[in-house]
């Protein structure tokens, strides 16, 4: 099956991804790190705020709202 | 005396632990970040005492926000540390526990939430993971006191690991290869709870629910504090009565009875108006504010503990970040509606200097605590529902308005939510009434000593002619710009003192039910009550302060002036 690799921003319809990168300087990564963010896992994204609100993600069997400029700077490969 | 540090990631049940350890009155919610100030304890072990302090929770040892930082140098001051680590979400808490591991103190684990983790389907091997980290671990359910008491007897036993430090990069491969070792998860299916969890955070459901839950609270506040005024505090008022008339009458005519009973209206005490120690200023904090502030509290604890707090803090969030904050800000809202003094100590959490300024200074200018909304809907009340509503959807509309101005004019960044959404919660009974109970008291012990020198004040001040002199002296402002009766110039002194004696003063003055309507709602904008000045003064700095009360008065005397010509005309 294709991989694509997308932002956290565009894994829609309940898809599951895998993290693959954190793009950012090195506060950035430890803030995202510490809360869970990192390479390798699943991740699947449970509501996105319109207007450019935030998402809420499912990882690790918790829930984390992150701010969408963060989330795009988060990438995820997603089998389609 | 030895210290004994509570260290832990936020929300992981740490004030529940500390309160069980101490069996002090601790405020514990639901809520990632509520102890943004830190909680201090006693307890005794083998007869020696230790001092033990509940930190905010934190991530990591680097901090990014002013909570973490407090809870960093709590660390540093510590003799032994208790890590509470979330047992339901084990890898992300070892990275805070490996930091602290490799600080080489003598360190205890509890592992709370052990319940939740059991039901969830996650196993831990605690033995094992002992012997990795070289450091005794008790699981804990802190909520039902389960472990506690195991924890307590091996607190003795901590010591300092002899874990290695590494990098961060080799802490997280590190952990990988813990949690492979100790930790196995049953596949589990989606459960109801998370069905309710998504669909109050889902926008197009969980707005709708939103508003919903926010008029219900407000109702229910409404409801139960009016029937403990109707039911209880009325009746003993009714009784207390005659007391206060012989006591009047026993006092005879001069300045003790006026500062001890105060004016009589016809003849006769008025618990609003009379003004004396005797009989306003018991009246007010006990019949007219504490019900609302019992019924208010209960139903926050609720909000707090079910862990819906942070659900909203998402949903609004878009709003708040135009405004120049992030949705977390609600919470300052939230917690100042009951008063501001709490709600400025939860701009702690937020990361940048300027969201906390946004933050604070919105909460002095347009949040009114609950005194003075209890009192607003006192002296409002009687002329129609739609007098207070003038009010609030002033303040509201002032929010929104000041947010983007402000957002625009200070410089720095808005950095962008990252907050964990802890799952539902059942609120637990006693902790809810523990915790109103706290806040009630909390509420008597700081309003009736302002209360009590705003009403001597008053009195003095009244008798010397300084009323008299003040009132001349702003007749211009108060009367001529705001459309006021002079008198009210000295509510607004009082005001400073305690914003709900201040609505009171109101009444006396037979002003016209939009005259009261401008005059409570400058009352809440132009300056904020001493308790809370003295905090934000700490929270924001001499020259943010200055800054933000002059946007305070600035903004009170333009939206009093248009209030004005909207309601009175010139």
């Known amino acids: ?80 | 005396m030895k210290k004994i540090i509570l260290m832990g990631n936020p929300n992981v049940g740490k004030s529940v632990v500390f309160s069980r350890l101490t069996g002090a009155n601790v405020i514990a919610s639901n809520y990632p970040g509520t102890t943004v100030d830190f909680s201090k304890g006693y307890m005794r072990l083998g007869g020696e005492k230790y001092e033990i302090i509940d930190a905010p929770g934190t991530y990591s040892l680097t901090p990014t926000n002013k909570a973490e930082q407090v809870a960093l140098k709590l660390f540093e001051e510590g003799d032994i540390i208790i890590n509470v680590v979330n047992a339901t979400n084990l890898e992300r808490n070892l990275y805070l526990t490996l930091e602290i591991l490799e600080k080489k103190k003598p360190t205890i684990i509890a592992l709370n939430l052990w319940d939740e983790a059991k039901h969830t389907g996650i196993n831990i091997d605690v033995e094992k993971l002992e012997k990795i980290l070289g450091i005794p671990i008790v699981p804990t359910t802190a909520l039902t006191g389960e472990g506690i008491k195991e924890l307590i007897y091996r607190i003795k036993e901590a010591k300092a690991s002899k874990v290695k430090p590494s990098s961060e990069k080799e802490k997280w491969i590190k952990i990988g290869k813990i949690i492979k070792s100790v930790e196995q998860v049953e596949h589990r299916h989606h459960t109801i709870k998370e069905t309710i969890s998504d669909a109050t955070i889902k926008p197009a459901t969980g707005i709708p629910l939103a508003f919903v839950i926010i008029i219900a609270s407000f109702w229910i506040v409404r409801f139960i504090g009016e029937t403990l005024v109707n039911l209880i505090f009325d009746p003993i008022f009714q009784i207390y009565k005659p007391i206060a008339l012989q006591i009047s009458h026993l006092l005879g005519p001069g300045v003790l009875h006026d500062i001890i009973i105060g004016r009589l209206v016809n003849g006769d005490i008025s618990f609003m108006e009379s003004m004396g120690l005797l009989t306003t200023g018991i009246y007010v904090p006990f019949a007219a504010v504490l019900p609302y502030i019992i019924a208010f509290y209960l139903i926050l604890s609720i909000l707090e503990d079910s862990g819906y707090l942070p659900r909203l803090a998402t949903l609004v969030d878009n709003v708040f970040h135009k405004l120049g904050m992030h949705g977390h800000s609600i919470v300052t809202v939230f917690l100042g509606l009951g008063c501001n003094v709490p709600g400025a100590l939860s701009t702690r959490i937020l990361e940048t200097r300027k969201q906390r300024f946004i933050s604070a200074t919105l909460l002095a200018i347009s949040v009114p605590c609950m005194a003075q909304t209890a009192m607003v809907f006192g002296i409002l009340g009687r002329y129609g529902f739609q007098y207070i509503l003038i009010v609030f959807l002033t303040l509201l509309t002032l929010y929104l308005l000041m947010g983007l101005l402000l957002n625009r004019i200070i410089k720095g960044e808005s950095p962008e939510i990252f907050l964990e959404i802890p799952p539902y919660r059942r609120p637990s009974v006693s902790a809810t009434l523990k915790k109103t109970w706290m806040r009630m008291r909390w509420f008597l012990k700081d309003a009736i000593p302002w209360l009590f020198l705003g009403v001597v004040l008053v009195n003095v001040l009244y008798s010397i002619g300084f009323i008299d002199w003040i009132g001349n002296l702003f007749a211009p402002l108060i009367e001529g710009v705001l459309g006021l009766s002079r008198g009210a110039t000295t509510a607004l002194l009082v005001g400073f003192l305690r914003k709900d004696l201040a609505v009171g003063m109101l009444l006396p003055l037979n002003m016209t039910p939009y005259q009261l309507v401008i005059a409570a709602t400058i009352l809440t904008i132009y300056f904020p009550c001493v308790a809370t000045f003295t905090v934000l003064l700490k929270e924001l700095g001499l020259k943010d302060m200055i800054k933000s009360t002059l946007i305070m008065i600035l903004t009170a005397l333009t939206v009093g002036g248009i209030l004005r010509l909207i309601l009175i005309g010139l």
Request: hydrophobic letters at 40%; charged letters at 25%; a positive charge.
């Open chain 1, 1 to 80: 099956m294709p991989r694509v690799i997308v932002p956290l921003t565009e894994l829609t319809g309940g898809l599951e991804g895998r993290i693959v990168e954190l793009k950012g300087g090195f506060g950035f990564q430890r803030k995202v790190r510490v809360m869970g963010f990192r390479e390798g896992k699943k991740v699947r994204v449970i509501s996105v705020q319109p207007a450019g609100g935030p998402l809420t993600i499912e990882i690790g069997g918790s829930r984390i709202t992150i701010g969408r400029g963060m989330a795009q700077r988060i990438f995820v490969e997603v089998e389609q």
